[in-house]
């Protein structure tokens, strides 16, 4: 069943990881080793997790790094399916 508007994971990562937790941008982003500029723009959803960095929460959260790239991958595709047209595109299976 597909999810209707995903949260980016970001916003989840903002609201149910630091936010609890008291953990300030600049302390992730330090902890994460990544800059507070990457971090808060993952946190604001203005940039995609990578691999890279699903690895690097998953180790400092002791979560899974698929877990958030199949989030990440759930929000592009619901946003790709919203502007995308694929009235010109054939199907080539068959005859």
């Known amino acids: 069943m597909e999810m209707y508007n995903p949260a980016h994971p ?11 937790l008291g953990i300030s941008v600049s302390e992730a982003a330090l902890k994460l080793g990544t800059s ?24 400092a959260f002791h979560s899974d790094a698929k877990s958030w790239l199949n989030m990440q991958t759930a929000y592009d595709l619901w946003h790709a399916k919203q502007r995308v047209n694929l009235d ?8």
């Not at 970001?10 to 609890?20: A, C, F, Q, S």
């Open 10 to 20: 970001g916003l989840l990562l903002k609201e149910e990881v630091l936010e609890p």
């Open 36 to 59: 507070r500029q990457n971090l808060s723009g993952i946190l604001n959803e203005k940039i995609s997790i990578s691999p890279e960095m699903a690895l690097r929460i998953a180790k």
């Open 88 to 95: 010109n595109v054939q199907i080539m299976y068959g005859s």
